[in-house]
């Protein structure tokens, strides 16, 4: 059996008029959706310099000593932001090491006086910003946290459309959302190790969409339940790696795929890459979408900060996380 690659996509159609480019657009994704729940997509309409320049200060961030960037752990920080450490995140319970890799979590930039910081929503409050990088690290991450804000808008709005609903069928979910930026390091391993350690482990992810920009590096790779393989996915210059995570999967009643994906960096050398996961308004009442029921929705209506705040709490708390969905994944959990 051939093994593909998740398809790559022109999303250049979606910035013009109604046409048949468009219409074929919505096809491509939703193919895309109830095969792999991954696609990449060029023609986005982020400019290249702003991607280069979000990745040098996640380079730079990463090359802080070890000291300076613990004064920012988000392990301290009231509002989930800052400083992940090394190994904080173990997805597949493979001993006792965790998953080879750091981040640092950013958001939306609210005030401390605004509502939904005060009534502690999830995923709302202040960010936290290394000093010792200027004002430049600030600058770059807001604009590039503001552009992946209306790219992600701009693919609710396709998607709505792949599955016959109207456009603006998520335009209250969008409201207020919960968008995290979050830069991860991949520190190098050896090149010829015998059993790779896991960047990241085996998962899904928890929200509506994933956007990932990724370097030159490799090492990503999404399973691929028609070959039951792994499949790597290719970088392309410039362009993303979107994924659907388990809150769309859901409210689409399991037409569309949330799908596992794992990192393991086998080049030599480090690997930067810089995830934006949508997840939408907090106190949005996710139910199945129109159009989807079938015979019947199969999960109850939940509201976004409910879904996040559990599924952090099985992360980083003494859940037990993906690991559920991995039985019979061959290379995870000693399989």
């Known amino acids: 059996m051939t093994v593909k690659e998740p398809p790559v996509i022109d999303f250049a159609p979606f910035y013009g008029p109604d046409s048949a480019a468009k219409e074929n657009l919505v096809r491509e994704l939703r193919q895309a959706c109830e095969e792999f729940g991954f696609f990449q997509l060029i023609n986005h309409g982020i400019p290249s310099a702003l991607q280069d320049s979000i990745l040098a200060q996640s380079q730079d961030l990463f090359n802080l000593p070890l000291d300076v960037k613990e004064k920012y752990?988000?392990?301290?920080?009231?509002?989930?932001?800052?400083?992940?450490?090394?190994?904080?995140?173990?997805f597949e319970k493979r001993g006792s090491l965790g998953d080879l890799k750091e981040g640092f979590y950013l958001g939306k930039n609210r005030a401390l006086d605004e509502a939904d910081v005060v009534a502690r929503k999830f995923g709302q409050g202040p960010n936290t910003y290394p000093v010792e990088l200027g004002s430049e690290f600030r600058d770059i991450t807001e604009e590039y946290h503001v552009a992946l804000t209306a790219l992600a808008e701009g693919i609710l709005r396709m998607l709505a459309r792949t599955l016959g609903l109207a456009e603006d069928v998520f335009s209250c979910f969008t409201e207020r959302p919960v968008a995290v930026l979050r830069l991860l390091h991949y520190p190098p391993q050896e090149a010829d190790a015998g059993d790779f350690e896991r960047g990241i482990g085996a998962h899904t992810d928890f929200g509506a969409i994933t956007i990932l920009l990724q370097d030159d590096t490799g090492g990503l790779q999404v399973w691929?339940?028609?070959?039951?393989?792994?499949?790597?996915?290719?970088?392309?210059?410039?362009?993303y790696v979107v994924n659907l995570g388990n809150m769309m999967m859901r409210w689409t009643n399991d037409r569309y795929l949330s799908n596992l994906h794992r990192v393991i960096n086998k080049s030599g050398k480090e690997r930067f890459s810089v995830p934006f996961f949508f997840s939408g308004n907090p106190d949005y009442r996710v139910s199945c979408l129109p159009n989807c029921e079938g015979q019947g929705a199969k999960y109850p209506p939940v509201t976004v900060g409910e879904w996040m705040r559990g599924r952090y709490a099985d992360t980083y708390g003494v859940g037990e996380g993906a690991v559920g969905e991995l039985r019979g994944v061959p290379g995870v959990n000693g399989q």
């Open 73 to 90: 752990s988000k392990d301290t920080n009231p509002f989930n932001r800052g400083y992940e450490r090394l190994r904080a995140q173990n």
């Open 224 to 239: 691929d339940n028609a070959s039951a393989s792994w499949v790597d996915v290719t970088p392309i210059p410039g362009a």
